[in-house]
Nanobody
Framework: QVQLVESGGGFVQTGGSLRLSCAAS????????MGWFRQAPGNEREFLAT????????YYADFAEGRFAISRDNTKSTVYLEMNSLKLEDTAVYLC?????????????????WGQGTQVTVSS
């Protein structure tokens, strides 16, 4: 069974940092491009970043560039999202997604598998 499990969320003060992880099982991880999205109640799912299968090609949402960094370790079947200078508006459920044998995408509908998400709450 395919599983994507996010971890690393929690409570953080404005200006702080978090490192999220997403561990995959049940897939050949290196065959999948990976993405990070977030969703707050009442909002649409929002694209954050995507990384190619090799880890060499990365794209960010414009607002995320410079504050967020995506990376992957194929030996650990894990993709990461480092978040810095966190703001109140970053509060959301953060989800990772996997896309089989294709390049990454900014569109949630293009991904094959999703994790359950990890909550990030930013407070002042």
């Amino acid at each position: 069974q395919v599983q994507l499990v996010e971890s690393g969320g929690g409570f953080v003060q404005t200006g702080g940092s978090l490192r999220l992880s997403c561990a995959a099982s049940g897939i050949t991880f290196s065959d999948y491009s990976m993405g990070w999205f977030r969703q707050a109640p009442g909002n649409e799912r929002e694209f954050l970043a995507t990384i190619s299968r090799s880890g060499k090609t990365i794209y960010y949402a414009d607002f995320a560039e410079g504050r967020f960094a995506i990376s992957r370790d194929n030996t650990k079947s894990t993709v990461y999202l480092e978040m810095n200078s966190l703001k109140l508006e970053d509060t959301a459920v953060y989800l990772c997604a996997a896309r089989d044998k294709m390049s990454g995408s900014m569109w949630a509908r293009d991904y094959n598998y999703w994790g359950q998400g990890t909550q990030v709450t930013v407070s002042s």
